[in-house]
Nanobody, 116 residues
């Protein structure tokens, strides 16, 4: 059974940092591109960052460049999102996605709230 389980969300003050993790199981993790998306209240889901199966290409949305970093550990079947200099507008549910252009899997999300 395919599972993507996000963790690491929570309440953080503006300017703070969080590290999200997504533990994958039930599929060949190393063959999938992994991404983080987010969905703020009342807004559409948007791409945060992606990393290829080998980690060779990394994409970050413009508003998050320089603040958010995606990485993966194929030995641990885990993808991470390091988020620094967080802003209130980063408040959202963050979702993990796995895609190999044939299959597309989603986690249930983890809530990040940036507030003082």
């Amino acid at each position: 059974q395919v599972q993507l389980v996000e963790s690491g969300g929570g309440l953080v003050q503006p300017g703070g940092s969080l590290r999200l993790s997504c533990a994958a199981s039930g599929f060949t993790f190393r063959l999938f591109a992994m991404s983080w998306y987010r969905q703020a209240p009342g807004k559409e889901r948007e791409l945060v960052a992606s990393i290829t199966a080998t980690g060779g290409t990394i994409t970050n949305a413009d508003s998050m460049k320089g603040r958010f970093t995606i990485s993966r550990d194929n030995a641990k079947n885990t993808v991470y999102l390091q988020m620094n200099s967080l802003k209130p507008e980063d408040t959202a549910v963050y979702y993990c996605n796995a895609n190999n252009f044939v299959m597309d899997y989603w986690g249930k999300g983890t809530l990040v709230t940036v507030s003082s």
